[in-house]
């Protein structure tokens, strides 16, 4: 069973058919049964297939819900991220005392799922189930979706859970000239097309880029978003609050986990240089 939580382009009143392409998806939860010794995954998804860095732990860690007549998840959207909890009977787990949820019997804190995009306001999000799946290891999971209950109740973690519990305080570092921008047209989804949507971009936020290199533009998701990267810090705020109006949906993009390296390894450098000097 695959589970998402979902904001789409043009919102709707009427259910979301299994072929609809959403914008963007703010949360993935995919338990894997024979997927290394049993994973439970968590992950988001911008535009149309862009991955972000996924959190993950072993099932062994939580409650069963392979091989169980039938189980109960919790999800639960709050200003920090979405908390996911699963209940499981009494023995089931082992471990993981300080993740149990006091009052509920059998609820386990699993995971918090920090925020890597702003919710969307004034939009509706989609609860998305797939219920018949191969997991990676190319096994057939079926699924049955007995009951869903959307609404609002009082939430169940605590604001900062201690590090037991997997997902919190997961490194995720803003770009300081980095751009995310989402629900495009995409057009015809041909190549001139891109090409035409990416050159009117470079124009738009041409004063915002540097003097020699320019504003550098990559479009992703056959169209459907764009990075967009600004000359200095400086020039991109005034981009966000000037280019608003044009952009609703526009961000600041998240560094990769390469760019937080390498920025890490040059401040060492930059540490030690300065430590040397200084002796």
């Given amino acids: 069973m695959r589970c998402h939580v979902l904001t789409q382009p043009t919102p709707s009143f009427l259910p979301a058919p299994p072929s609809q392409v959403f914008d963007h998806t703010l949360l993935h939860v995919n338990p894997r049964q024979y997927w290394k010794d049993g994973m439970m995954l968590l992950n988001d998804c ?9 959190v993950t732990a072993q099932l062994e860690m939580f409650p069963v819900v392979f091989g169980v007549k039938s189980a109960v998840m919790v999800v639960q959207v ?22 149990m949820v006091k009052g509920i019997d059998g609820l386990m804190h699993c995971f918090r799922f920090e925020h890597r995009s702003k919710l969307p306001d004034g939009e509706k999000l989609w609860l998305q189930f797939l219920t018949k799946a ?16 959307w609404g ?17 305080n997961v490194q995720q570092q803003l770009h300081p000239r980095k751009l995310f921008i989402s629900g495009l047209d995409r057009g015809d989804g041909s190549a001139g097309f891109l090409e035409r949507q990416q050159a009117v971009m470079e124009r738009e936020f041409q004063k915002y880029g540097n003097k020699q290199t320019g504003v550098e533009v990559e479009m992703r998701g056959g169209g459907s978003y764009a990075l967009v990267t600004l000359a200095d810090e400086e020039m991109t705020d005034r981009a966000m609050m000037e280019m608003r109006d044009k952009y609703e949906r526009m961000t600041r993009a998240n560094k990769t986990q390469r760019e937080i390296i390498e920025d890490r390894k040059k401040k060492e450098e930059e540490d030690a240089e300065r430590a040397l000097h200084t002796w």
């Fill in 134 to 149: 191969d997991d990676r290891a190319g096994e057939s999971q079926n699924w049955t979706v007995h009951k869903i209950w």
């Fill in 78 to 99: 709050r200003e920090e991220g979405f908390d996911l909890f699963l209940q499981g009977r009494k023995g089931e787990f082992d471990g993981g005392e300080s993740r």
């Fill in 152 to 168: 609002k109740k009082e939430l169940l973690a605590d604001v900062n859970p201690d590090g037991s519990v997997p997902g919190v």
């Fill in 46 to 54: 911008q535009g149309y297939n862009t991955w972000g860095r996924a």
